[in-house]
Nanobody
Framework: VQLQASGGGLVQAGGSLTLSCAAS????????IGWFRQVPGKEREGVSC????????YYEDSVKGRFTISKDNAKNTVYLQMNSLKPEDTAVYYC??????????????????WGQGTLVTVSS
């Protein structure tokens, strides 16, 4: 499956954005998809993931209660709804196929590559 992240932009602190991860080449019925983010000079970190078969989700502690991951079967897309955004959420966001369950998510994409991310900038 090929994944393409989009939806980033500039938003003020406290605002909201929804990122999209559109899939092609296969349906997402039996995939686990994760969202990651990376700030220049820092390691890429896992943010959230969804197991599309079991519908189990995982959230990193800093985004719990603010971010919601979901999928739309008809559009073959996974979304990351981000509310109450903070300046520290500023990063390039990526989506990738990784293992996912309620306890955590894999950090290395099964495809071996990250693809193009989408930049989220939260101003204070």
């Amino acid at each position: 499956v090929q994944l393409q992240a989009s939806g980033g932009g500039l938003v003020q602190a406290g605002g909201s954005l929804t990122l999209s991860c559109a899939a092609s080449g296969s349906t997402l019925d039996y995939y686990a998809i994760g969202w990651f983010r990376q700030v220049p000079g820092k390691e890429r970190e896992g943010v959230s993931c969804i197991n599309t078969a079991s519908r189990m989700t995982y959230y990193e502690d800093s985004v719990k209660g603010r971010f919601t991951i979901s999928k739309d079967n008809a559009k073959n897309t996974v979304y990351l709804q981000m509310n109450s955004l903070k300046p520290e959420d500023t990063a390039v966001y990526y989506c990738a196929e990784v293992p996912c369950d309620v306890q955590g998510m894999g950090l290395i994409p099964k495809s071996g590559s990250w693809g193009q991310g989408t930049l989220v900038t939260v101003s204070s």
